[in-house]
């Protein structure tokens, strides 16, 4: 798994997880890889009672991108927003004093590699043109 | 020549000095950047940054804002790359390049001469042209470029050539007079080349930029405030080294260089700062 990790004000990591989110639904669409993003609720920092599943999901905590290239659907990628969790937990400030909140995006590399191959086959020649820099 | 070291360039944006990176990390015990290493090489920015530093190739993928990488994932993470905020602010300065170009143009009474110097992929000077071929057909304006590379010269007069946009490339040294064209311009833009230089080196370029322009001339440059995280990754990762400047420390080199009126601006994110020097009438 690939993951980037943003940190920042409240205001800031909120807006800069849309705008991930926003990137990543479009890039997908743009490689032919169908799928949408959608709330999840098996965020790996919190407890995983009922009463926490629910309130992640009403707070729209993690959402993931799933590809239909499984009855199921497999999910390619994750948005998780871990409010001030980690920052408290590591005592990650901002300037003004308050902790900072952060979120990650996460790819799974396998997942994605097995969603190129679905899509465009084994040879790279069919491959988009973007993947082969 | 030390082991590790590989030849000084004269190319000032090329500042990669490791022959190995992933073996420079190990050394310093920077374990943890090794997965960053490897993963940066599956994209297109992160490639061209760790294998050629600085280079226009560089600049160049940041200011078409198109994604590209090797596999799924390279592709994915080129595009957050070049939707960070220091990605965003380099991408602004060639657009405020343009539109300065397009000022000059519109404000100013035919011909009208610029130069854009080292202009790389001159990207902003071939939009410029393509405006003026759409909306200004009558308009005498003279566009040059000029790089130190001859390779890429070649490149950009076939390009130029191919799309009929009468731009004219010469090959030359920034930092020598003796390579400038001979006329003087009425405008002179120079991205992400002090960027590369000291104190010392950038006013003497921003002195010869003021001697190669027309009385009333405009010189248009740029100039970075440091991101952590970007400068962080950039030095580590693809040993990529940058003079760092605030608006103020810009104005002081443009007034060393003798520019008498001076004005700077920045972009949304407060990291690019736009320098506008004009020489006295």
Known sequence: MAELVVVGAAGV????????????????????????????TDAFFLPSSRGARIMQQLKGLKREFVS???????????????????????????????????????FGLERL????????????????????? | MAEGIVGVSTFHNRTRRTASIPRRLVREGKLHLLPVYYLG???????????????YDFADHIYRNRPAGRFLIGYLLDALFLNLKSARALRSRYRYARS???????????PIDVLGVPCGLARELFEVSAWLAGEHRNRQVRLCGMDLDQELVNRLDVTSRRL??????????????????????????????????????AAAFYRLAHGKLKPGGRFVTSGMRAHRLSDYLLRNV???????????????????????????YEDRTGLQTMLIGVRQQ
């Open chain 2, 41 to 55: 090489l599956t994209t297109a920015l992160g490639k061209e940054a760790i294998e050629n530093s600085g280079s």
């Open chain 2, 100 to 110: 300065e170009i397009q000022r000059l143009i519109t404000e100013r009474a035919d």
């Open chain 1, 13 to 40: 990591v909120d807006d800069e997880a849309a705008m991930i989110e926003g990137t990543l639904a479009e890039l997908f669409r743009g490689l032919g890889i169908g799928g949408a993003f959608r709330p999840a």
């Open chain 2, 238 to 264: 693809a040993d990529l080294q940058t003079s760092y400047r605030s608006a103020e420390t810009l104005r002081g080199l443009a007034r060393q260089a003798g520019f008498e009126q001076i004005s700077t």
């Open chain 1, 113 to 133: 590699t097995a969603a190129g191959l679905l899509t465009w086959g084994p040879d790279p020649a069919q491959w988009p043109k973007a993947l082969s820099a």
């Open chain 2, 164 to 201: 009929g946009s009468g731009i004219g490339f010469v090959c030359g040294d920034a930092l020598s007079a003796d390579a400038y064209p001979t006329q003087a311009f009425d405008g002179i833009v120079s991205l992400g080349f002090t960027e590369f230089l000291d104190d010392t080196l």
């Open chain 1, 68 to 106: 239909p290239l499984e009855e199921s659907g497999i999910a390619l990628a994750s948005i998780n927003r871990h409010e001030d969790f980690f920052a408290r937990a590591f005592g990650i400030r901002l300037a003004s004093g308050r902790s900072a909140h952060s979120f990650c995006v996460a």
